[in-house]
């Protein structure tokens, strides 16, 4: 089983920060492509950010220079920074992964979903 626990929502007024947290846990060898998507309420999920094993990022145009993705490979974990926070910015977050498990196999993984409010 491999599991992904977020952390770091919450309410926030716009121009604020918050920091999201992922720590992936379970049956893995390694993780590839790591990140966050979002989903608001009658929207499609869209993604936001991610990070490849070698440290390539990939932002939203939305986010470009709000947020900042980073991850440490020693402790399986993915951060994203979020400043300059604005209302439509508030969404589900979800943490994604995929990785390397034994016997060859490659999957996809996801998180529960933490809320991230942005008061205007």
């Known amino acids: 089983q491999v599991q992904l626990v977020e952390s770091g929502g919450g309410l926030v007024q716009a121009g604020g920060s918050l920091t999201l947290s992922c720590v992936v846990s379970?049956?893995?060898?390694?993780?590839?492509?790591i990140g966050w998507y979002r989903q608001a309420p009658d929207s499609e999920r869209e993604l936001v950010a991610d990070?490849?094993?070698?440290?390539?990022?990939n932002y939203a145009d939305s986010v470009k220079g709000r947020f900042t993705i980073s991850r440490d490979n020693t402790k399986n974990t993915v951060t994203l920074r979020m400043n300059s926070l604005k209302a439509e910015d508030t969404a589900v977050y979800y943490c994604?992964?995929?990785?390397?498990?034994?016997?060859?196999?490659?999957?996809?993984?996801w998180g529960q979903g933490t809320q991230v409010t942005v008061s205007s």
């Open positions: 994604y992964c995929n990785v390397n498990q034994f016997w060859g196999r490659q999957n996809d993984y």
């Open positions: 379970g049956s893995i060898f390694s993780i590839n492509t």
């Open positions: 990070i490849s094993s070698g440290g390539r990022t």
